[in-house]
């Protein structure tokens, strides 16, 4: 598998459930980040979380972080219908290197 | 912190057209990058700029493209000669970790 493979590819909830969307990466990171696009728009900033950590919070959102099987998890609580979007993990070597992004999950929030 | 600008939001080409895409990041980040995403791909790194020098660049990034910085805000990415592949959005960032990054610029090549 590619540096950064989501899964699912795509995922359809009810409003009010929480969605989780898995990252598997291959290489050794500085840091993992999680991005969000809306269709047709710009990536935004979601959350990092450096290697030595293993869960991070802001808001809704919780990530994990597992160096040792080299996967991470986003975990949207309380999903709303502004939540549809594109997720992206990206990974981050050190020395400010280049995010290496994975393939995406489409999320879709059924009102 | 201001966002970043990118211009125009779309462009149509002909084949084997120069097209220059246009970026401003608005900041005094040392760190400027390019990234591309063909529709329903992955979004792919392209180059890095630090400090006014390439700093790192894809194999993508050919003879073809080039990148400038002329004014000390602006931040422009040049293809000499366009092809049909080249088509998808173009993003700039900033940042050094967890980038802000430009709406896209949709370049379509016909």
């Known amino acids: 598998s590619q540096q950064g493979e989501e899964d699912p590819q795509a995922l359809s909830i009810q409003e009010g459930e929480n969605a989780t969307m898995n990252c598997s990466y291959k290489?050794?990171?500085?840091?993992l980040q999680w991005y969000r696009q809306n269709s047709g728009r710009g990536l935004v900033h979601l959350i990092l979380?450096?290697?030595?950590?293993r869960e991070k919070h802001s808001g809704r959102l919780r990530v994990t972080l597992d160096t040792s099987k080299k996967s991470s998890s986003l975990l949207i609580t309380a999903s709303r219908a502004a939540d549809t979007a594109s997720y992206f993990c990206?990974?981050?070597?050190?020395?400010?290197?280049?995010?290496?992004f994975g393939t995406g999950t489409r999320l879709t929030i059924i009102p | 912190e201001p966002e970043v600008t990118q211009t125009p939001s779309h462009q149509v080409t002909q084949m084997g057209q120069e097209v220059i895409l246009r970026c401003v990041p608005i900041?005094?980040?040392?760190?400027f990058y390019w990234y591309r995403q063909i529709l329903g791909q992955k979004v792919e790194f392209l180059v890095s700029?630090?400090?006014?020098?390439?700093?790192?660049k894809s194999e993508i990034f050919d003879d073809q493209f080039s990148v400038e910085r002329p004014d000390g805000s602006n931040f422009t990415l040049k293809i000499r000669s366009t092809k049909l592949e080249d088509s998808a959005m173009y993003f700039c960032?900033?940042?050094?970790?967890?980038?802000?990054f430009g709406s896209g610029t949709r370049l379509t090549v016909v």
């Open positions: 900041s005094n980040h040392l760190y």
């Open positions: 990206a990974t981050q070597g050190f020395g400010n290197e280049k995010l290496t």
């Open positions: 700029f630090y400090n006014n020098e390439i700093s790192e």
């Open positions: 290489t050794s990171i500085n840091n």
């Open positions: 979380i450096r290697s030595n950590e």
């Open positions: 960032a900033r940042g050094d970790y967890g980038y802000t």
